[in-house]
């Protein structure tokens, strides 16, 4: 028999508010004609329930709980010795056989409650008959996330178990059934002491360990039942030998795993310790008793797989790696546990005493210590997830013992994980990741992090100033002439390359199914499924997972320690009407004296104007198929890419222009079209359009009709800008 106090996390929506959702959830087997009852009623309705529970919550703050819910989970054999002969399921019995086992549990049931109300040991509450409690019978279990059946595909979360699963589950208020005294199962209000007229000073408390071996004897006593160990947990008798009231106390309430633990509880009431020759010696003020190691010894207990599953799933492994000298939530407390102990030293195997540590895990529910090493250990054995919360980036860094890697997530600032990745690859590091793991290796150490971890440090937004500052710095027509090997004002220009998985269309090929995609090799790499599908399953648009190369280019700001990729700087700048390209500050890139000359003289404003120019300085200018411009003088040729020649003389025509844009002549230009809609709207369809994002003659067709969409000018203006648009498209078959 298992008896158990849930924690607040176990209880729907909580316990600080109202029982509504918890009385609704328990509701789930209707089908079973079970209903709620009380220490003294049957068939209580939900209604009833919750008006009560609700109601008996006066002077309780708005964060104190205000009912608690406890469960009483007999095991198989002791089910079995409820039903009096030997089945695997209730549906083996009849509904007179069934409707027997349901009133034994309801009678168990209040007996357990008065246990409960005893526990507490309080002069105005003596037995159930003093709480306010609802109790129901539920006769299944589901599986869950952690059972083994599920890990190993042999059951489904949700499906219900097989065998008896015969199990109560009650709602105690917080307040008394007179609403005059609180009562807390919490392990605060455990072994406080009080003053009682007559009776001297006594200690009182709810004890969780006291309560469940009550509950199991009073179900021994009950139904006459020889207790199985594995069934329940069985505390030794104190022997008499051992005569200090405190160190009973210990042993008669709390579970220890180890003798060393003992001393350690001791030690925390204020005893010293000495040990010798198997005799322990505790003293206090004056003091001392003695007890032998082997004594200690006997009240040694490892605890029950459930009982170590219950402490890890209360178990927060992240906040307890962010702090772990101070790790106390969830009614678990971390400790560390110290003691000497003889060791062997030396060639001539002498005996000395060194000083040794561990940490434990003290349950303050269930007044149990079990070492932290074997509650990892059996979460790991069990796959029990430890991390409840994402740990935040901190804690990541104190845990993290390769200094390369902290050092660059400490003084570094990226905006993706992958970028990373390469800058450790730079550090000379191999790179490996499977399963959402990252590894990075060399001849020297290896360092694993997980994916989500790595995200914590990479924020892809940076602060407004920061990237007005990088922007001020940044040359893009020098960055388009030089790639990756861009590098000047604290800028450094990087290509991230890495592999990740893409979506791509699965096409039918005869009666099978092939992905149409090419490898390196460019040849198909097939996958073939099963023809057999529904009409409905085949009008769907199926996809498959094919890994792929992918790449782009970031800056890294020597002075910041920044990575940003260029990407996001275009679109900040063109959100917030930035010119990347000015012919005073970037014309120096220009690698032609005389285009420099020209880009940097305020009255040639326009294509026109600068190619005249030229030509007047004797050169030959000449366009290809893409409208981009080439101009040669003495065998030399020079080019230059329409669309950055347009972003040097737009800063012109939009700072310096005046007029008005009904005085404006009528033109065919690119130019004069961007310049008739406006300053800023002329610059955003220049890089929009013709800008870097464009690769193809189908993605320039896009952006020029998300362009025109938005102009709200007359529909001439708008074929203007088409008729000139289209002119550098081979063929424009897209609009």
């Not at 990226?414 to 790179?431: D, R």
Request: hydrophobic share 35%; with cysteine.
């Amino acid at each position: 028999m298992f008896a158990k106090v849930h924690p607040a996390k176990d209880v729907q929506s909580g316990n600080t508010g109202s029982c509504h959702d918890l009385v609704h959830y328990l509701q789930k087997e209707g089908d079973t004609g079970l209903a709620f009852f009380s220490h003294t009623d049957n068939d209580v309705s939900p209604e009833k329930v919750i008006t009560n529970i609700d109601g008996n919550r006066s002077k309780l703050g708005s964060d104190e709980a205000k009912f608690y819910m406890l469960s009483l989970n007999p095991s198989q054999a002791e089910q079995v010795h409820l039903i009096g002969r030997e089945v695997n399921s209730l549906e083996e019995l009849t509904p007179e056989e069934r409707q027997a086992v349901y009133r034994k549990l309801e009678k168990f049931t209040r007996s357990a409650m008065d246990e409960y109300a005893r526990n507490f040991q309080r002069e105005a509450v003596k037995d159930g008959g003093d709480l306010m409690y609802y109790a129901r019978i539920e006769t299944k279990r589901t599986f869950s996330y952690s059972d083994e059946e599920v890990k190993k595909g042999l059951a489904k979360i949700g499906d219900v178990k097989p065998g008896l699963n015969l199990h109560v589950h009650v709602i105690v208020s917080r307040k008394s059934k007179n609403g005059k005294v609180k009562l807390s199962p919490a392990a605060k209000s455990a072994g406080n002491s009080w003053e009682l007229e007559g009776r001297g000073t006594v200690k009182r408390g709810f004890s969780h360990e006291n309560w469940k071996v009550s509950v199991q004897q009073c179900f021994d006593r009950e139904f006459q039942y020889q207790v199985v160990q594995s069934d329940c947990f069985v505390r030794p008798a104190v022997p008499d030998t051992i005569s200090n009231p405190e160190l009973r106390s210990l042993l008669q309430q709390q579970q220890f795993t180890a003798a060393n633990q003992i001393v350690a509880a001791m030690k925390e009431l204020g005893f010293t310790h000495q040990v010798r020759r198997g005799v322990h010696t505790f003293s206090r003020q004056g003091e001392s008793f003695q007890v032998s190691h082997k004594e200690l010894k006997t009240f040694e207990c490892p605890l029950s797989d459930a009982r170590i599953r219950d402490i890890a799933d209360r178990f927060d492994l992240t906040r307890y790696e962010a702090d772990p000298l101070h790790y106390h939530e969830n009614g678990l407390q971390v400790k560390n546990i110290g003691f000497g102990t003889y060791v062997n030293e030396g060639q001539q195997q002498n005996r000395t005493v060194k000083q040794v540590s561990y940490q434990v895990i003290y349950d303050e529910q269930n007044k149990v210590t079990v070492s932290l090493a074997t509650v990892r250990q059996f979460a790991y054995d069990n796959k029990i997830n430890l991390v409840k919360t994402e740990p935040e980036a901190e804690s990541i860094l104190k845990k993290l013992k390769n200094n390369d890697l902290r050092n660059l997530l400490s003084d570094y600032r990226f905006t993706s994980a992958n970028q990373i990745v390469v800058a450790m690859k730079e550090q000379g590091y191999e790179h490996r990741v499977r399963k959402g793991v990252h590894t990075f290796s060399n001849d020297r150490q290896k360092v694993s992090i997980r994916h989500k971890d790595l995200m914590k440090f990479a924020n892809p937004k940076l602060e407004p100033e920061r990237m007005t500052d990088i922007i001020s710095r940044f040359n893009l027509y020098k960055y388009r002439l030089d790639g990756v090997f861009y590098h000047e004002n604290g800028l450094k220009a990087k290509n991230i390359s890495f592999k990740t998985y893409k979506k791509v269309p699965i096409e039918e090929v005869g009666d099978a199914k092939v992905i149409a995609v090419l490898n390196d090799d460019n040849n198909l790499k097939p996958d073939r499924a099963s023809a057999s599908s529904t009409p409905e399953e085949a009008q769907k648009p199926r996809f498959a997972k094919v890994l792929k190369e992918v790449s782009y280019d970031v800056l890294f700001d020597e002075q910041t320690k920044t990575y940003l990729p260029v990407s996001s700087i275009r679109k900040f700048a063109f959100d917030n009407d930035i010119a990347l390209i000015d012919r005073f500050r970037h014309a120096y890139a220009v690698p032609n004296p005389d285009m420099r000359a020209l880009l940097e003289n305020p009255e040639y404003t326009t294509l026109k104007q600068i190619n005249r120019a030229m030509r007047d300085r004797g050169y030959t200018v000449e366009t290809d198929e893409s409208g981009n411009y080439s101009y040669t003088k003495d065998g030399c040729t020079f080019s230059i890419d329409r669309r950055d020649l347009l972003a040097f003389t737009g800063y012109a025509r939009d700072n310096n222009r005046q007029t008005s844009r009904h005085d404006r002549q009528q033109s065919t230009s690119a130019e004069k079209a961007a310049g008739m809609l406006g300053g800023s709207v002329g610059h955003k369809v220049i890089n929009e359009i013709l800008g870097d994002n464009f690769r193809t003659e189908r993605m320039v067709a896009g952006n020029a009709k998300k362009v025109v969409s938005v102009i709200k000018n007359p529909a001439n203006l708008k074929m203007i800008l088409l008729k000139q648009i289209g002119s550098y498209l081979n063929p424009f078959k897209e609009l």
